[in-house]
């Protein structure tokens, strides 16, 4: 099957453009800041490829997943894989609390003082509770967070939503919080401890012929890479007030 397969993608090429079915394997956090800002774009160019994104937290062997390709961070990657930057070449996680959470239990000074916070920490399919680490002058500091909520990797706009309705204190991509600063709603707290990393990559079987399709993304990845360049994110950190919204129960 694979034989056939190849043997009608390479007839593909003869076509003007490519055309068949794109699928990609990503985490949520990818889906959600890294494809939307390539998708559109990519699907305008291509109109005769249909992507199809299957959202799954842990490294998976693409291939056995029926997948073209996916998105992943350096160290779940395997050495047979061939890999390119997709997105942000650095990003950071966040830590944030709303205002008037923050007004009424203090903000913390250092990574220790979280275990007099509520955290809103995510949770593994596994069960396992994601720790939360922080770095600051070489020094790497990792606490294992509680409170009031686990939540599932794969819904951490729960955790986010939550954070603004006072629960307690989120740690997630900055990337992602960004619009919870800049409207107010959320306040970045020990920001001088937020860890670094390498951004994200697209990564995929390094086998002699690539898909149309997935050859198409790839040359559109690399030709539009500055689409994913993040302008440096500009924060009201001491937010006084939130906007009238409807809000979830206050449960802190």
């Known amino acids: 099957m694979a034989d056939v397969e190849a043997a009608l993608d390479r007839a593909n090429d003869f076509r003007g453009m ?40 842990g490294f ?28 942000p070449a650095k990003q950071r996680f966040a830590t944030a609390a709303s205002p008037a959470y923050l007004e009424r ?11 007099d916070h509520a955290c809103l920490p995510a949770r593994y399919g596994s069960g396992a509770v994601a720790p939360w680490t922080f770095e600051r002058d070489n ?14 990797v794969n819904a951490m706009d729960l955790a986010v939503l939550a954070a603004i309705d006072e629960c307690g204190i989120v740690h997630l991509f900055e990337d992602w919080l960004r619009p919870a600063f800049e409207n107010g709603t959320l306040e970045a707290v020990l920001e001088p401890w937020w860890q670094s990393f390498s951004g994200p990559r697209l990564y995929y079987h390094g086998r002699d012929h690539v898909p149309g399709p997935l050859r198409a993304f790839i040359n559109y990845v690399q030709q539009n890479q500055w689409q994913a360049r993040l ?6 950190t001491h937010a006084s007030a939130l906007p009238a919204a409807t809000r979830l129960p206050v449960c802190c």
């Open 139 to 152: 020094r790497i500091v990792e606490i294992e967070p509680a409170g009031p909520l686990a939540i599932d």
């Open 60 to 87: 998976v062997d693409i291939l056995a997943a029926g997948c073209d390709a996916g998105i992943r961070y350096d160290e779940r990657l395997t050495k047979n894989m061939v890999a390119l930057p997709i997105g």
């Open 18 to 57: 490519p055309r068949g079915t794109l699928r990609l394997n990503v985490p949520v956090n990818a889906a959600r800041l890294v494809l939307p800002r390539i998708l559109p774009g990519f699907t305008r160019a291509f109109p005769d490829i249909l992507v199809e994104i299957v959202v799954e937290h």
């Open 231 to 236: 302008r440096k994110p500009r924060y009201n």
């Open 105 to 115: 239990h203090g903000r913390p000074q250092h990574p220790h003082d979280l275990f």
